[in-house]
């Protein structure tokens, strides 16, 4: 199995900025398509942000557009959020994960996640 650890995450005021990595313990990490999500209390995680094998093409919810970059490290086994002028509606436990395909469904086991919270 793929085992995910996430970290990066913290307090942060509006308009801060944070990076999260995510690094995965497996085999040919380059052949998967990962994903960032997060959750919020009372909420069902959500997808944020994705990610082709090589990066070539990233796609970002419409909440996150803008402020937001996915990037990838395949010789490290790392994926990377980016997350620049933040908004208290950011907060969340973010996760990533494998994706089944691009865009789609996450594909193996969650990790612990990471906090973000943004408050001033």
């Known amino acids: 199995q793929v085992q995910l650890v996430e970290s990066g995450g913290g307090l942060v005021q509006p308009g801060g900025s944070l990076r999260l990595s995510c690094a995965a313990s497996?085999?040919?990490?380059?052949?998967?398509?990962m994903g960032w999500y997060r959750q919020a209390p009372g909420k069902q995680r959500e997808l944020v942000a994705s990610?082709?094998?090589?990066?070539?093409?990233?796609n970002y919810a419409d909440s996150v557009k803008g402020r937001f970059t996915v990037s990838r490290d395949n010789a490290k086994n790392t994926v990377y959020l980016q997350m620049n002028s933040l908004k208290p509606e950011d907060t969340a436990v973010y996760y990533c994960?494998?994706?089944?395909?691009?865009?789609?469904?996450?594909?193996?086991?969650w990790g612990q996640g990471t906090q973000v919270t943004v408050s001033s």
């Open positions: 990610i082709t094998t090589t990066g070539s093409i990233k």
């Open positions: 497996v085999r040919d990490f380059s052949i998967y398509t």
């Open positions: 994960n494998t994706q089944r395909h691009f865009m789609g469904p996450p594909a193996g086991s």
